[in-house]
């Protein structure tokens, strides 16, 4: 029988009202996979890693559960692993176990809109979808998925674009790969791998880099105070294909200069970010570094 270990880390999937009805995690991985119907084919061990809102998640949490989910595949009898995880930063935890995720092995990361106190939640679904997915061999060779709101994602790419709907995630530009229903999964489209990185070290833990969003009248002074706080890069979340003004690129040219790596993004959630414009726009930005 195949084997997954259901990692939990917190979020809405296992938060119930506090006593100030807050809602706040609360529930284990034992409590969730306990009232979770998953095939009889399926063994599945149960592992706390965090217990916390995925708001509150920094860059080391990132890196406990990367460790977490490497420490599980170091175990040749596993056939694929969990990660329960607040939907707020599931992206980016989803995405760097991408990164470094070297294994044929699926990893599969859910949560729920709805918490467990809710007669009508989502996570129980949600969950036994993942470890359907996780222990597919259909899922192979994917690298890192999201199964939420019975549809297959790809880690990388995949955006929460609703605040309250059942199905907040969308993999953008990719598309989804495939869905889950009742135990069934369906891969209908293979994500392009790439190689992965090493495995995130101490260091990652305090790597400061600021995301700085560019709107009308946006000036230097955000960037400028990012850089003042020590970050080491500057992620800008440009306008359209990836453009700012004359006063941001001159605070570019400034910081790139004084060592500070600057990606050039765009706010825009799907498309290219291509150096078309000039007058402020990213010919000018790739020009001063970025
Ligand atoms: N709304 C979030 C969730 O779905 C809260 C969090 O990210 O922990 O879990």
Redesign the pocket.
């Known amino acids: 029988m195949p084997i997954v270990v259901v990692l939990s880390t917190?979020?809405?999937?296992s938060?119930r009202p506090g006593h100030d009805d807050a809602v706040v995690?609360t529930d284990g991985a034992a409590d969730l996979v306990g009232r979770t119907a998953h095939g009889d084919g399926v063994v599945v061990e149960a592992v706390d890693v965090l217990r916390?809102?995925?708001?509150n998640l920094d860059l080391a949490a990132l890196r406990t559960i990367a460790e977490a989910v490497a420490a599980q595949l170091e175990r040749p009898e596993v056939d694929g692993v969990v990660v329960t995880?607040?939907?707020?930063?599931?992206e980016e935890t989803a995405f760097l176990l991408d990164l470094v995720h070297d294994d044929p092995r699926p990893v599969v990361v859910t949560?729920?809109?709805r918490s467990a106190d809710v007669a009508d939640g989502d996570g129980p679904r949600n969950l036994g979808d993942a470890v359907a997915v996780a222990a597919s061999p259909h899922a192979r060779d994917c690298g890192v998925l999201v199964a939420f709101g019975g549809t297959i994602l790809p880690a990388r790419g995949t955006r929460k674009m609703h605040t309250t709907a059942a199905q907040p995630f969308r993999a953008l530009d990719a598309g989804p790969l495939g869905t889950v229903a009742d135990g069934d999964v369906r891969i209908t489209q293979r994500p392009e791998r790439l190689k992965p990185l090493p495995a995130a070290t101490a260091a990652f833990d305090d790597a400061r880099v600021d995301v700085v969003s560019l709107y009308p009248g946006a000036d230097a002074a955000l960037l400028d105070a990012a850089v003042a706080a020590g970050a080491r890069g500057v992620v800008l979340a440009a306008t359209g294909i990836g453009n700012a003004n004359a006063t941001v690129v001159g605070a570019v040219r400034r910081h790139v200069d004084g060592g500070v790596v600057v990606a050039l993004s765009s706010r825009v959630p799907e498309g290219p970010v291509q150096p078309v414009y000039g007058d402020g726009g990213g010919v000018d930005l790739v020009r001063a570094g970025a």
């Open positions: 917190g979020g809405t999937i938060s995690s916390t809102g995925s708001y995880h607040g939907t707020d930063t599931l949560g729920a809109q």
